[in-house]
């Protein structure tokens, strides 16, 4: 397979996703758009060997073929199309190897652990998942600098908390809680609950409670982001939009009250495309 055919894979698979993403990888040019599309479709494809395995496949094994390939990735022998994609702009953009190492190990903690206790091991799995894929992202902008890089790290651990907390009553019917252990015993709401979808005081205390969380990240990143030159913080216009989208989510779930045991909480197309464009246009013009 060609690079360019490579290319056209990732593009249509980022683009079926359907992600929050996607809108605002429209604003980057050709060349780190690509290199975006390409990104997402690696850590969606290793996502989905856990989370949504082919009938009759080991996620153990297909995690296994990630990681041979990703090594193939830097040896320059990839195989798969996402990978002979992937080898193009890691090469391009010297995205170092450890990243998407960390992002293998933070899917597989997903074969092992269905609880996490504290919240310091929630941050470990928010780190790798979502953290990372921030860090990875910097090398597409262009801006690695430490307090960029105190932004990525912030920033994706705050979009990682809006999707836990989006996805509370989801990962409930699969046996999943990720919310800390240790808050559900402090706001005296115990696991049975949650498993079975409770609404109660104590379950929106909780809500609450990791919500603060949540904001407080974003404000973490964006007190990094208004250290940075002005240059730094027009190479972030993406993340920026990214930003603009999730914590409208969050934002989304506190007015419903933390009613995130019925449909999924999400913004419209329309929406998220009027986010995108006036964080752009803000951005270019400010």
Known sequence: MTAAEAQAYC??????????????FL?????????????????????????????GSNP?????????????????????????????????????KAYFEELIKGVEMDLFNNRYVTFDELSLYC?????????????I?????????????????????????????????????????DDLRAC?????ALLKQTYSPEFKKLMQQETARAHHYYEKAHAALIGLSRQERRALTVAEIMRGIYSRILKKIERSDYQVFG???????????????????RSRFS
């Open 60 to 96: 153990q094994e297909e995690l296994k073929r990630w990681r041979n390939e990703l090594d193939a990735v830097y040896r320059g022998t990839p195989t798969y199309p996402i990978t002979v994609s992937l080898a193009h702009h890691v090469k391009a953009l010297s995205i170092p």
């Open 263 to 281: 449909p999924r909480i999400s913004l419209s197309t329309t929406h998220r495309m009027a986010i995108a464009l006036g964080i752009w246009l």
């Open 27 to 55: 604003f980057l040019p050709k060349a780190r758009r690509e290199a975006m599309y390409t990104v997402y479709a690696f850590c969606k494809a290793v996502d989905s060997a856990v989370d949504e395995p082919p009938a």
């Open 11 to 24: 593009t249509a698979y980022t683009k079926k996703s359907g992600s929050n993403f996607y809108y605002s």
């Open 188 to 192: 005296k709401y115990p696991e049975k």
């Open 127 to 139: 780190y790798r998942v979502a953290s990372v894929v921030g860090l990875i992202c910097l090398h």
């Open 141 to 181: 902008f262009g801006v690695t600098s430490p307090r960029a890089q105190d932004y990525a790290v912030d920033l994706g651990m705050a979009f990682q908390m809006t999707n836990v907390l989006r996805d509370v009553g989801t990962d409930a019917t699969l046996g999943r809680i990720y919310l800390p252990l």
